[in-house]
């Protein structure tokens, strides 16, 4: 994640502009599919189907989603209206610099988001884990914990390119002098703040992830059902 902001950062500080939005989402998918690389499915035994279908409400955090969401129609709004300058010193160089265009952050950001649904799914929907009552319970609390992370990865990408898409027009909206209104200015900003703390939030919930008991995690209430009738 931070060499993706990083990277991204510094491109928009270049006449590659249009590539930081692509930089910073394969940064993250890189860093991503390395954690879940080296993060081991507890419940390796052998697999067999659930008797009740998984359903992805059930592991996929609603308020995360809300959020991502919300995020992602505040960045649709910024991209509706005339771009700011380019941030770059093309013009300082070159005498001329290339229209701005969000075309390449919308897109990138709507293959993350199509990514994160896809890989969800396929997580939730894979066989089930282990045979026994404690082994389902071990691979449900493993499914909760993947779903969330890659929630919690696409929220954060959302809100750090909101934060930066926030900041960038206010930072025009207070010169006054080339007709920007200092009011909107500081409404934009509070948003880059706001902006930059979901990111701090969601970023910090990839590093520090609260330990979970097996049971707490969302269990097949058919095996509870045959457990009942066999000891009934």
């Known amino acids: 994640m931070a060499v993706g902001v990083g990277t991204a950062f510094a491109l928009t500080r270049t006449y590659l502009f ?12 890189l860093g991503a599919l390395a954690g879940e690389a ?15 279908p998984r359903r992805v409400r059930d592991y996929a955090p609603r308020r995360d989603v809300i959020v991502a969401a ?21 013009v300082k160089y070159f005498g001329t610099a290339a229209p701005v265009s969000l075309t390449s952050t919308l897109i990138a950001l709507g293959v993350t988001a199509a990514l994160t649904v896809v890989i ?16 389902t ?10 779903v969330h992370r890659l929630v919690h990865t696409c929220t954060a990408v959302f809100a750090i390119v909101f934060t930066a898409l926030a900041f960038w027009y206010a930072d025009r ?28 939030y969601y970023a910090g919930a990839l590093v520090v992830t609260p330990q979970r008991l097996p049971g707490s995690a969302p269990t097949d209430p058919a095996r509870h059902v045959g457990a009942d009738g066999v000891a009934g």
Do not use: K
Not at 38 to 52: D, F, I, Y
Not at 137 to 146: I, L
Not at 179 to 199: D, E, H, I, K, N
């Open 18 to 29: 249009d590539l930081a939005p692509v930089a910073l989402v394969l940064a993250v998918l």
């Open 38 to 52: 080296v993060t081991p499915r507890r419940v390796r035994g052998r697999g067999a189907a659930s008797l009740v």
């Open 70 to 90: 919300l995020l992602g129609v505040g960045i649709a709004g910024f991209a509706s209206y005339p771009t700011p300058e380019r941030p770059d010193h093309e």
């Open 120 to 135: 969800v799914w396929l997580i939730v929907r894979a066989p089930q884990a282990g045979i026994n009552e404690a082994d």
């Open 137 to 146: 319970a071990t691979d449900n609390a493993w499914r909760h914990d993947a």
């Open 173 to 200: 909206q207070w010169d006054w002098r080339a007709g920007g209104s200092p009011a909107w200015g500081l409404a934009l900003s509070v948003l880059a703040g706001l902006g930059l703390a979901t990111f701090g």
